[in-house]
């Protein structure tokens, strides 16, 4: 069965930072799109970062860019995410998501694929 696992969540101080890990299996996610989500307690989701198959193109939420850097092994079917400068409001819970099309994740449309999240909390 397709699984995306997410993990490397915790608490960290402001300023500080975090990496975060999708592990991917049961499906040739390699071959697909894939990127990041979180949401916040009482927001909505919110777009992260998306990266193309082959890991040449990337793009960035607003809130995050310049901070977050998306990346991936296909070797590994793992997706990354490497977050600095940790800022209290980047507190949420942070879902991995796969899909076919690039422009699906970056315009905030279903993927196909979701992990099932793990907790980020910046504390001031």
């Known amino acids: 069965q397709a699984q995306l696992v997410e993990s490397g969540g915790g608490l960290v101080q402001a300023g500080g930072s975090l990496r975060l890990s999708c592990a991917a299996s049961?499906?040739?996610?390699?071959?697909?799109?894939m990127g990041w989500f979180r949401q916040a307690p009482g927001k909505e989701r919110e777009f992260v970062a998306v990266?193309?198959?082959?890991?040449?193109?990337?793009g960035y939420g607003d809130s995050v860019k310049g901070r977050f850097t998306i990346s991936r092994d296909n070797a590994k079917i793992t997706l990354y995410l490497q977050m600095a400068s940790l800022k209290p409001e980047d507190t949420a819970v942070y879902y991995c998501?796969?899909?076919?099309?690039?422009?699906?994740?970056?315009?905030?449309?279903?993927?196909?694929?979701w992990g099932q999240g793990t907790q980020v909390t910046v504390s001031s």
């Open positions: 998501a796969a899909d076919r099309f690039y422009s699906d994740i970056a315009g905030r449309n279903e993927p196909d694929y």
């Open positions: 990266i193309s198959r082959s890991g040449d193109i990337t």
């Open positions: 049961g499906r040739t996610f390699s071959t697909y799109a």
